[in-house]
């Protein structure tokens, strides 16, 4: 018999204590490893959408950027616009590679599902040289190129005519996207002058996506930009994820420190169980030493049965967050403002092994007053107790 | 431990006292007792309740150390700095009590092998646990239990439980074996059965047996008794 059976085969005895000490440790790390992958996830999520806007910063109106930002990265209806010239004036400063205007407008088609239009011009397929259409760019302005996602929900192909929910129009369909799996998958879009009439929105622009000539001075040509024209706000992408991360970051300490408690209380409960089992088999015990086994024998065992239980709780926690993951990322998705698209929560062996290490610690100082307590019954007394 | 010489004594106790403490009061459980049993005895203690029988086997037992006196258990002065009572305790003496204390979730065979665990690095060669089970299923059909290995003591009879406890303190091959009210629990017939299997035991492995019981009737059954009254040898 190994010392492993030996403390399992005791924490089975008190089955259902057992279960509830490792379902309280097993909660707090499933939280814990849910709030760290999030924000693995939420960042390299992130990441991957602003990459995919092909610039490294935005034009937007006057106004919260970050709203801007959103609509840009998701599509929507904004009630802000600017002018349509700043797009000329953008391009004219010499440190502008590509700048590509866009207007967004969002309707809702038969079943309540929000389409959301782009009206765009041959300087967007620019920024986006990774696609792949199949069929063609738009050649006149009553064509339309869908995202792969809003071609299925549309439910038309390469040469279909489809009409614009809403607004009565009749588009060619002369392409449709290969998957990206980015938010465009998501989009129609269409000739920038199209969008602009349909919507009633002439001469307007949402944003204007710019990529700059040399990465490196991508600072001082927002610099630049923000001195020639006072109707406008720049800001680069890095910033946006600077900041958006940094906000993360806060509230993950804030919440960190929530849970870091809650571990602590499950601690607390998994000392509270182990010196409770320890009052209740002081007898046993003193047959334990009175078979010769030392203070250290004891002492062994009452800290493996702790280390156990915490563990146990700890891998628990861990599977308990890989399997409800969906649900926790549908909830998270529904507290926070802004989340980008894809699997917020994701796997990571060293988030996995942190957690269980946790519980290892966990069980190492839970276990120690109880095991020492254990350790120090002396066996005449204990197996006189009653 | 050391070897004390051809007609060696198991145990020896010279003017042995056990006082406790309980509040303000004094209580003398034994009052300088003599004893000298030797290897191979099968010896009864046998007294009232409140005699001093179990102070006194405790003492014997290693798992208490006299207030005053001299005791020697195998050859071992066990007031002597430095002694590991532990130690000699699981190397050389068995315990059986009244109660049985078997773990209820392992088996009988799990339960006899209990001992083996204690002073183990946990790191020993698989040989080691291999011979310990055989040890442990010979000591099983030993005591007449060959075919209840397996069973949790929840599935075993007061008799059957007591004979895995005498199992268990013989697992590690010990040369004294101490009983404290073995049979205390346990209904005629099977009483005999135990107090057979440990005159077995002594008779044909010459172990050592002291078995303290307050049952007079038993007292035909040993080869040497000691009266305890009032913590006195009478």
Known sequence: MTWFKLAFKNLIRRMTRSILTVAGVAIAIAVLYSLFQFQQGYQSQLKGELGALGAQMMVVPKGCPYEAATIALHGGKWPRYMDEGLLDKVKANPGVAEAAGVIMDAVFAPGNKNVILLGVDEDYMKLRPAWRINGHWLDSDFTVIMGSTAAQDAGVRTGDYWVVPEKNVRLHVVGVLNRTNTQDDGFVFMPRRTLQKISGLEGKLVLILVKAKQVEKTDALVSSLKASEVDMNVFPLSELLGTISSLMASTKVFVSAIILIAVILGGVGVLNTVLMAVFERTREIGMMKAMGGSRGDVFKLVWAETILTTVIGGVTGVLVALVSSRLVEAFIRGMIPYAPKGSLIGFSLLTLAMCVGLSLVLGLVAGFYPAFRAASVKPVEAIKAE | ?234
């Open chain 2, 1 to 234: 431990m050391q070897n004390c010489g051809p007609e060696p004594t198991a145990v020896l106790a010279n003017g042995l006292v056990r006082t406790y403490r309980r509040g303000a009061e004094e209580i003398q459980a034994l009052k300088g007792i003599d004893l000298d049993i030797k290897r191979g005895e099968f010896v009864g203690v046998v007294g009232h309740s409140g005699a001093g029988k179990t102070t006194l086997l405790n003492l014997i037992g290693l798992m208490d150390r006299p207030t005053d006196g001299k005791l020697e258990v195998l050859c071992t002065d066990v007031a002597r700095r430095g002694v590991r009572l532990d130690a000699l305790r699981r190397m050389n003496i068995g315990f059986v009590f009244q109660e049985f204390y078997l773990m209820p979730t392992l088996t009988a065979i799990e339960n006899v092998l209990l001992p083996t665990m204690w002073g183990r690095s946990g790191n020993d060669e698989r040989g080691t646990m291999n011979n310990e089970r055989y040890r442990a299923e010979e000591l099983l059909k030993l005591v007449g239990l060959g075919h209840r290995m397996t069973h949790r003591p929840s599935e075993l009879s007061g008799g059957e439980m007591q004979r895995v406890a005498v199992a268990r303190a013989l697992i590690n091959s010990p040369r004294l074996l101490l009983a404290d009210e073995p049979t205390g629990n346990l209904d005629t017939a099977t009483r005999d059965g135990i107090f057979n299997l440990l005159q077995a035991l002594n008779r044909d492995s010459e172990l050592t047996v002291v078995v303290a019981t307050h049952d007079l009737s038993l007292e035909s059954r040993f080869t040497r008794v000691i009266r305890l009254e009032d913590g006195n040898v009478i």
